[in-house]
């Protein structure tokens, strides 16, 4: 930056000052790389696990990635290969014909001609030699065991509904807010912001009286979607804000032309206002798809209708080896890391946006 | 009829009063009438489920048999001050808001801090890395740390070495903590980008050195984010709902009091203590609020709005 400056500047010391920068941004890249490796280190490690197979997972020397255990073919019989150090300080790869206490039978792969070698130490001291070979088999079992499309089906149902009854609730009381003098209007408001605040488990006790037993709605969809809506308090709260951002001449131009309240709404807030309704589409599209409080009160009773975040808690209350279960939570993860990752540059940009006010 | 105020200002002297007096109301009627989702929303998700749940915490309420309900008053507000697993899930969720609310920030703030530098490459798919796993549901998180922790076979035991007895599971709050500092740290580094760099050229020329400049322009200008993003985390370490939802179910709340009302809710079916619990709990994170947003008048900087908040 500085270099630009000052074109005239000696060559030496613009060759330093570069030197200087590239160190600067060097050393700050690489540790936050680091940072983030290490943030990020249980996914690798969910990942990695769900690549490998249950057998690599009783071997004690079986290395962290995935591996499969290498093995040789001796007269028709299979052998395991080992790590086998000499007494002329080489390690070969060989493999256990005969094990015994105090010594072992070895074949050489590189050399059957040679025939068995007898190895003096204890074989099960030795380890086993391993190559790097990637296990889809979990994803192919769980995918097979579990009616994932059922549930995806739930999913998406349940997701899809609510998002079109937050969107069009949210927004419209947001313009309500927004554009409108209602007397008491700020005290209204101020119930809005105050209602973010109240934990839920408050209204716990009596929304499930009230769904359960007032409203027939045990083992239904409805307490999941219903109130959607009603619209989402902080989905309001940043709506409103930004639709405040909007300048009013433009409401006051399409009155001029003779347009409603509702017209302004759709033809001149709502284009305005895209990149925030797309934030709270994706906002409530991870949260609706995250949703367990609900589906574990309401739909416990109802196998056919559980949703995906529902099986994850079913993999975790039978003892499932760990490939087998971080395989069910990277399927689990799937759908929304995908959506995340199409949207990241909409939805990045706008968080920011919408957070800055306030 | 949206522009009332300016537009119809220099009429209001006008001979007809009439007009402005209905154009007002009916200005307020549609406006109310967009208002109405959320109104009716509140009194029946909100509004009623709260005194209702102030009702039942009067009565011996039980879900088997709700023909015996009858008022015992203050009894079950007594007798939480003799139930020592409700006091110390009270003291669990306090102290959870109290640990993991200001490492939260202080991780969000410092990596908003570093991604405004010019000398970050790749800062755009970083900041979608460091959000990723704020929305990773609760439930997979917590396959992935129970694998992570396992004696035999995860990671931490095989990488680290650590003795068996060391107790892992005291990691997970502290990463599930860190794993929600997404929504935080965007918002964070939103305002702080959005700081005018006027005023960062003025404090060098004044000789403030970056920390200084940090302390005395970063923060100060970027303070209702801060505030936002502390609301936002206050919500979600107790149990609520902000910004995102992981999916904790009831039972498995991050707030032990939380865990605690459901455990009375379902295991016992005890409707009324659990609704005195939950009023307990709702008057102690009111508190917290109140507290918060009192403070904020103290070192929030908010801009020049309330001025025309008239809407």
Redesign the interface.
């Known amino acids: 930056m500085k270099k630009s400056k000052n074109p005239r500047r000696n060559s030496s010391s613009t060759l330093t000052l570069r030197l200087w920068e590239f160190t600067g941004t060097a050393s700050l890249t690489l540790f936050i790389w680091i940072f983030l490796i290490i943030f990020l280190s249980p996914l690798t490690y969910m990942v990695v696990t769900s690549l490998r197979s249950a057998d690599e997972f009783r071997e004690r020397t079986a290395p962290l990635y995935p591996a499969e255990r290498l093995t040789y073919v001796y007269n028709g019989k299979t052998y395991q290969l080992y790590k086998v150090p000499t007494e002329d300080g080489v390690v070969h790869d060989w493999a256990l014909v005969k094990p015994g206490l105090t010594s072992s039978l070895f074949i050489d792969p590189a050399h059957p001609e040679n025939g068995l070698i007898d190895w003096k130490g204890s074989w099960r001291s030795l380890s086993g030699v391993y190559r790097f070979r990637i296990y889809w088999n979990n994803y192919i079992n769980i995918w097979n065991a579990v009616d994932y499309p059922r549930f995806l089906k739930n999913t998406l149902f349940v997701v899809i509904l609510g998002e079109i009854g937050v969107l069009c609730s949210s927004i419209a009381v947001a313009y309500g807010f927004s554009r409108f003098r209602i007397p008491g209007g700020r005290f209204l408001f101020f119930l809005l912001i105050a209602t973010i605040v109240i934990p839920d488990s408050i209204t716990l006790v009596p929304s499930f009286v009230i769904f359960s037993r007032v409203l027939p709605w045990n083992g239904t969809f409805y307490p999941l979607i219903v109130p959607a809506f009603f619209g989402s308090a902080i989905y309001i709260f940043l709506l409103r804000q930004n639709f405040r951002s909007i300048p009013r001449d433009l409401d006051e131009a399409a009155m001029l032309d003779g347009a409603g309240p509702l017209r302004t709404l759709v033809s001149i807030i709502i284009p305005q206002s895209i990149p925030a309704i797309v934030t709270v589409a994706l906002l409530h599209f991870f949260n609706a798809w995250n949703e367990l409080r609900m589906a574990s009160l309401y739909l416990g009773t109802r196998p056919d209708l559980q949703t995906m975040a529902f099986t994850g808690q079913a993999f975790t209350t039978y003892g499932f080896t760990p490939e087998v279960l971080q395989t069910s939570a990277v399927l689990l993860m799937a759908v929304p890391l995908v959506v995340l990752f199409l949207s990241q540059r909409f939805f990045m940009q706008d968080m920011v946006v919408t957070g800055i006010e306030k | ?7 119809l200002a220099p009429r209001r002297k006008s001979p007809k009063p009439i007009k402005h007096l209905s154009l ?1 109301r009916y ?2 009627r ?6 109405l ?6 009194l ?3 509004a ?3 005194l ?2 102030l009702g ?1 915490s009067f009565t011996n309420f039980k879900m088997l048999e709700p023909e015996k309900t009858h008022f015992i008053g203050l009894a079950n507000y007594a007798n939480f001050f003799h139930d020592t697993v409700a006091g110390s899930s009270l003291f669990g969720s306090i102290s959870y808001f109290l640990l993991s609310v200001p490492l939260e920030m202080v991780v969000a703030m410092a990596l908003a801090a ?1 991604f405004c ?6 800062k ?1 798919i ?8 704020s ?14 922790t ?1 004696p035999n ?3 931490i035991n ?2 680290l070495h650590l003795s068996r007895s060391t107790p892992l599971y005291t990691l997970f709050p502290v ?1 599930l903590s ?1 794993w929600t500092i997404g ?1 935080g740290f ?6 702080m ?2 700081v005018p760099k006027e005023l960062y050229e003025a404090a060098r020329v004044d000789g403030a050195g970056p920390i200084n400049r940090f302390f005395s322009i970063t923060l100060p200008m970027s303070s ?2 801060i ?3 502390l ?1 936002i985390n206050m ?1 979600s370490s ?14 498995q709340s991050l ?1 032990p ?2 865990s605690y ?2 455990y009375q ?1 379902f295991s016992f079916m005890n ?1 009324g203590y ?2 005195a ?3 307990i ?2 008057i102690v ?2 508190f917290i ?1 109140v507290l918060l947003f009192r403070s904020a008048r103290y070192w929030v900087h ?2 020049e709005e309330s001025s025309n ?3």
């Open positions: 009829m949206f522009s009332v105020k300016r537009g007002r200005e307020a549609v406006g109310f009438l967009f208002l989702p959320w109104l009716l929303g509140f029946f998700f909100k009623v489920p709260i209702a749940a039942f570093i530098s010019d000398r970050l490459r790749g755009r970083m900041r979608t890395l460091f959000f990723m796993p929305i990773i549901p609760a439930i997979a998180i917590f396959i992935i740390m129970s694998g992570l396992d076979t995860g990671w095989r990488l990463i860190l929504p965007l918002i964070m580094l939103g305002a980008q959005a209702p984010a505030f936002f993003s609301v919500i107790f149990g609520g709902v902000a910004l995102l939802d992981r999916g904790f179910s009831y039972s707030s009091m939380e009302i459901t809710m409707l659990a609704s619990l939950a009023w709990m709702f994170v009111m609020t908010f801009p908040e008239e809407i």
